[in-house]
């Protein structure tokens, strides 16, 4: 509660969490520079991602005209620039998961005595991890939004398929093996791919430091996640907030420590024991305009891992039907 209390009591820009120059500690600035590097391109990979308009038209005509080869060759020519850049997306979530892997060795190590503190003094680790969850959540929102992903890598492996029957060499074969192209195939297969990526690997990363007290991990997801909440719903402090995209970005953030808390803890994020304000915080989801936030209340209901689970209050149940 003390890290609550300072981070709302700071009369600067609303909490250091979120302030736009949070800068790192000598003893931060290793993790930090690894995680900046990745957190640079990723605007890039979002404005990408919102232009991706797929190659519909010039698929549809090849197929409904097998035996034009012209409009083959130029389904085909539309389908290979586009297969690179799911290909770039991809490895970005790598990236990522690598990132978040750091930042978490540095925010659950023994360094402090508890999560409160590691988040007082670590505040540019907290910044980009809460970046990640941030850009996490709006790429598969755009993602959700844009069936054309999944269509146009289909027709890639099966046109690329055909062609290898006939022994037709295949220029676009080099952007993606056969191997590269069933993890790329299972990542958007997924209807939220870069959550996946980051709950798989915060449950890996769980795993693998077993001599690392659990709450370490799930005290500061859920600390992260009450902050979120109480700024959102406390008039004063929202007050404070100098755009919507500031509350879109706290939302976020939000939604994503609740979906990795609930992947980690052993009986998730809706338990009874849970240390995250389940009603709370989707209450102050359903307090935005409806539009801004379905895709968030869509995250909760389909890509947490406990909600459905007997012991889940049934009014949490039902707050999110």
Same mark, same amino acid.
């Given at each position: 509660k003390r890290f609550l209390v300072l981070l709302l009591s700071n009369q600067k820009d609303f909490n250091h969490l979120y302030t736009q120059n949070a800068q790192?500690?000598?003893?931060?600035?290793e993790v930090w520079d690894q995680v900046d590097v990745v957190l640079k391109d990723a605007k890039g990979i979002l404005d990408e991602l919102q232009a991706y308009k797929g190659a519909g038209q010039e698929i549809r005509?090849?197929?409904? /005209?097998?035996?034009?080869e012209a409009l083959q060759e130029q389904a085909w020519a539309a389908v290979v620039p586009l297969v690179g850049k799911l290909k770039k997306f991809y490895q970005f979530s790598q990236r990522l998961e690598?990132?978040?892997h750091s930042l978490l060795g540095a925010l659950t190590s023994e360094t402090y005595d508890d999560t409160t503190q590691h988040?007082?003094?670590?505040?540019?680790?907290?910044?980009?991890?809460?970046?990640?969850?941030?850009?996490?959540?709006?790429?598969?929102?755009?993602?959700?939004? /844009?069936?054309a992903i999944q269509n146009d890598f289909?027709?890639?492996?099966?046109?690329?398929?055909? *062609?290898?029957?006939n022994?037709?060499?295949?220029?676009?074969? /080099?952007?993606?093996? /056969?191997?590269?192209a069933n993890r790329i195939s299972l990542f958007y297969a997924d209807a939220t791919p870069m959550l996946k990526t980051l709950s798989d690997g915060t449950t890996k990363f769980v795993s693998e430091n077993k001599?690392?007290?659990?709450?370490?991990?799930?005290?500061?997801?859920?600390? *992260?996640?009450?902050?979120?909440?109480?700024?959102?719903e406390t008039p004063e402090y929202r007050s404070r907030f100098t755009s919507e995209e500031t509350v879109s970005f706290c939302l976020r953030v939000m939604v994503g420590v609740i979906i990795l808390y609930d992947y980690v803890h052993p009986v998730g994020a809706f338990a009874k024991s849970s240390k995250i304000d389940m009603k709370g915080c989707i209450k102050v989801l359903k307090d935005q305009p409806p539009n801004s936030v379905e895709g968030l209340l869509n995250a909760l209901r389909y890509t947490t891992k406990h909600l459905n689970d007997e012991s889940t209050n049934k009014t949490i149940k039902s707050m999110l039907q």
């Open positions: 790192p500690t000598d003893a931060e600035r005509e090849a197929i409904q /005209n097998p035996s034009d690598a990132a978040l988040l007082e003094r670590e505040q540019a680790l907290a910044k980009q991890f809460a970046e990640i969850l941030h850009f996490t959540l709006r790429f598969d929102e755009l993602k959700m939004t /844009n069936p289909s027709y890639y492996r099966r046109t690329l398929s055909r *062609m290898r029957i022994n037709v060499p295949a220029e676009g074969e /080099n952007e993606v093996n /056969n191997e590269l001599n690392l007290p659990i709450e370490n991990t799930t005290d500061c997801l859920s600390t *992260m996640a009450t902050v979120c909440k109480v700024m959102l």
